[in-house]
């Protein structure tokens, strides 16, 4: 075949193709294209939500995770985070929605918490006793802890294998949710793909006159779908989070939420 | 070994069901004082990096200590009996309050375990003051780049001494107040060591204790106390417990934690050490 030594987005040319031959490899390399009928279509009749199980966040972002976009959830220390990604992780676990990849970079994934929340969880409708859905729904949440970019890339590699190689699977088993906590820690880029929901954690850095901003700098800005930011009061459970930047909703609303305890 | 149900597990992953009775077993490493360990869950945990901060005083390098001796609490007295590693920054590591503080631990554990003479007498060969200092490994640290280079160093001395339990940064502030000009580069050292820490804590299923002093902080329109080593590091840790004064009594405020409440509770510094506070008419007492 001509075509040997495609590297990357590029097409490397080793000797002359015939003018069909390029034709149908172009036509493979770069996919498909759509109409904006197909895309609108897309958005409004395949609307897959994995709710994050809290009522307010979910509110705001309009029914929850969206299948194909990144949401990211900065706020300042002990806002409340992490308790959001453990809320998703649980609740998407336990609604056999699918399974779910946690990455952790600060040994924050507490294992009695996502029991803790499991439990708590209102009763589904398919009738099991509480124990086989605890092992079930936990099963399905596969954690890993990541402290380097490298070691980053390397799992995201790997996901990205694993997603290939499985197209035809049952739902439930397929990685649906992948939860990066936090990735400023690892100060890194990451992928969105298109079957899977991605949700980072950001820290929030100082900006001047004592403001606090989201770190990682202006050319992150543009990466997450959606962004919210989480403030915490003082001493309570009741958070307050608030819309920086979402591709459907209008930003700058703020919902109070309860973490429960 | 996943069946056609499981989703597949990537190589180094765990899925949480797992993850569970694992933690379930994990022993904590007792603190001295029971509220305190009430409000963390059991004590100190393992695999994971607990920042204490507070003004100078209130008795962050006595907790420190304390922890030091106590992570080596026989297996059969409750404790992990594992050794510690202890990193002074400041030269506040008094030998004889540790001496003591071990003195201490051990009339406690005999009170609580009158018959342990009749038990074995291996057991009572261990429970000497000069054992739990000679467990305890002591580096003493005058620059930052000492400070990058013994938590480097870590992972190769850990590999060698399979039984520490704790290492403790006593703390890890000092070194990175004076000598930086240039801010950005501090962050990206301190975010580069607290990765390194969370990955020995987890790697050798040991606690991460650092201690940090306190800074002022003008928010909001005035000016306050906070951690130092800005905004960045506040997220470098699992969990963080501040030790503050309330009038005359020292109280601990667990202010981060991924699975428990914030919560405070009063506790009391000694001759014996870290303990719980008797009444609440405790004097500050000046230690040495």
């Known amino acids: 075949m001509a075509a040997a030594g495609i590297s990357g987005c590029g097409l490397k040319r080793h000797c002359a193709l015939a003018d069909h031959e390029e034709k149908e490899m172009m036509k493979d390399q770069c996919g498909r294209f759509w109409n904006g009928m197909d895309l609108l279509k897309d958005v409004t009749e395949n609307k897959h939500f994995l709710p994050t199980g809290l009522e307010g966040i979910d509110t705001l972002l309009g029914g929850g995770l969206r299948q194909g976009q990144v949401t990211e959830i ?63 729904a936990m099963s399905s949440i596969i954690c890993e802890s990541v ?22 699977n049952n739902v439930g088993s397929k990685v649906c949710l992948l939860i990066i906590d936090s990735i400023s820690s690892l100060l890194a880029p990451i992928i969105g793909g298109k079957y899977l929901q991605v949700q980072v954690t950001n820290h929030m850095v100082s900006a001047g006159n004592g403001a606090l901003k989201p770190a990682l700098g202006e050319s992150w800005k543009a990466v997450p779908h959606v962004r919210l930011v989480i403030f915490r009061d003082h001493g309570s459970n009741i958070c307050t989070a608030t819309v920086l930047k979402h591709t459907l909703m209008a930003s700058g609303r703020p919902m109070k939420f309860v973490v429960p305890s | 070994m996943a069946s056609d149900g ?7 992953a765990q899925n949480a069901w797992d993850m569970l009775s694992e933690e379930q077993s994990q022993k904590h490493i007792t603190t001295g004082s029971g509220n305190i360990n009430n409000i963390l869950g059991g004590g100190i945990h393992c695999k994971e990096v607990t920042e204490i901060g507070g003004v100078p005083g209130v008795g962050k390098t006595q907790l420190g200590i304390q922890l030091a001796i106590n992570v080596q609490i026989p297996v ?32 406690d554990i005999l009170e609580h375990f009158p018959h342990s003479h009749e038990k074995s007498s291996s057991g009572q060969r ?3 003051p000069e054992h739990f200092l000679a467990d305890i490994f ?8 000492e400070q990058i280079a013994v938590i480097n160093y870590l992972e190769k001395f850990l590999g060698e001494h399979k039984d520490v339990r704790i290492v403790i940064i006593d703390s890890v502030t000092f070194h990175f107040r004076q000598d ?13 060591l607290s990765l390194k820490l969370m990955k020995i804590a987890k790697a050798y299923n040991l606690a991460v204790v650092l201690l940090n002093q306190v800074t002022t902080k003008f928010t909001e329109g005035s000016f306050q106390l906070t951690l130092a080593l800005g905004d960045s590091w506040s997220h470098s840790c699992t969990n ?18 991924p699975s428990l409440p914030v919560a405070s509770a009063p506790y009391a510094v000694t001759g014996k050490g870290v303990r719980d506070a008797v009444s609440s008419n405790c004097k500050r007492v000046r230690v040495m």
């Not at chain 1, 402290?147 to 035809?168: G, P, Q, T």
Request: with cysteine; net charge neutral.
């Open chain 2, 6 to 12: 499981d989703p597949p597990v990537l190589a180094g």
């Open chain 2, 240 to 257: 963080r417990l501040i030790l503050y004064w309330n009038g005359n009594e020292r109280y601990a405020y667990l202010d981060k934690s």
């Open chain 2, 76 to 107: 059969e007295y409750g404790g992990l009996g594992g050794k510690a590693v202890y990193i002074d920054t400041e030269g506040s590591f008094m030998v004889e309050r540790v001496y003591q503080i071990a003195e201490g631990c051990i009339s």
């Open chain 2, 138 to 145: 002591y580096f003493r640290i005058c620059s930052y780049t």
């Open chain 1, 147 to 168: 402290f380097d970019i490298f070691a980053l890339f390397e799992v995201l590699h790997r996901l990205e294998l694993s997603l290939l190689n499985d197209k035809v």
């Open chain 2, 180 to 192: 930086f000009d240039d801010l950005a580069l501090r962050t990206r050292v301190l975010s580069g």
């Open chain 2, 126 to 128: 261990k429970l000497q």
């Open chain 1, 74 to 136: 900065t706020g300042p220390s002990s806002s409340g985070k992490t308790q959001v990604c453990l809320h998703s992780a649980s609740y998407v676990a336990a609604r056999h929605m699918g399974a779910v990849m946690y990455l952790d970079t600060s040994n924050s994934f507490s294992p009695s918490r996502i029991a803790n929340i499991t439990d708590e969880l209102p009763i589904s409708l398919v009738q099991e006793p509480r124990h086989v859905r605890l092992k079930r």
